[in-house]
């Protein structure tokens, strides 16, 4: 906690772990007990257009969904641990102050209906555009990624921003997004796939 200018960390949450809000009326569809008046993510081949009202919120830190019923701690407790113990606070992708290149971490909230490839992209553009803001074209991050959220970190840093060939062709990983990735740190990542959750 006592050491400064650690290398900024970038926490990305598993599947559910991120809050789903209705751009429209501001409702929070997830986490909540109650069922939303929101259709649900449109399903179709062309992942791309697969669009609804619904955009991330913040990373899920504890969870109640009835008052009879305990709280659940989500990410509580690694957020606090990274502030507390490790002595990092909380930047602000937007507006990041010009110290917050160092001892912060910054979580990648998104959208965990959506395709892993499209997310991927989305974390390194903006990796890219923080960087840009840090003025810091040089600068690596640390990534700290619990289960979904690691696939999305792998994937980003074999392939960067680009999508998956088309068609047939083979994939070959060109590792353009390590560029933005010191290291990786997973946590519960189905790397080699898991039946069990598909099956949920």
């Known amino acids: 906690r006592t050491r400064s200018g650690k290398r900024p960390v970038i926490v ?5 772990g991120t809050e789903l809000i209705n751009s429209k009326t501001g409702e929070t569809v997830w986490p909540s007990a109650f069922r939303t008046s929101q259709e649900g993510l449109p399903i179709s081949p062309n992942l791309s257009a697969n669009r609804d009202d619904l ?11 009835a008052k009879v019923l305990p ?8 957020l606090e641990a990274l502030r507390r113990y490790a002595g990092y606070r909380q930047g602000d992708w937007e507006n990041p102050s ?5 001892d912060t971490f910054y979580v990648f909230a998104y959208d965990w209906r959506r395709d892993n490839v499209e997310n991927a992209r989305v974390l390194v553009r ?10 810091r ?15 999305i970190a ?12 088309a068609g047939d062709t083979p994939i070959q990983p060109t590792w353009s997004g390590a560029a933005h990735i010191n290291k990786i740190v997973m946590i519960g990542v189905p790397n080699e796939g898991s039946a069990d959750a598909f099956a949920t």
């Open 71 to 78: 709280e659940v701690y989500v990410y509580r407790d690694l």
């Open 98 to 102: 010009t110290d917050d290149d160092r």
């Open 12 to 16: 990305i949450p598993g599947i559910l």
């Open 154 to 165: 792998r994937y980003a840093a074999m392939y960067g921003d680009a999508d998956l060939p």
């Open 55 to 65: 955009v991330p919120g913040k990373i899920v830190e504890t969870l109640k969904l």
């Open 137 to 151: 074209r040089d600068l690596k991050f640390n990534i700290v990624a619990h289960s979904m959220g690691g696939l």
């Open 126 to 135: 903006r990796l890219q555009r923080l960087k840009d803001k840090l003025k």
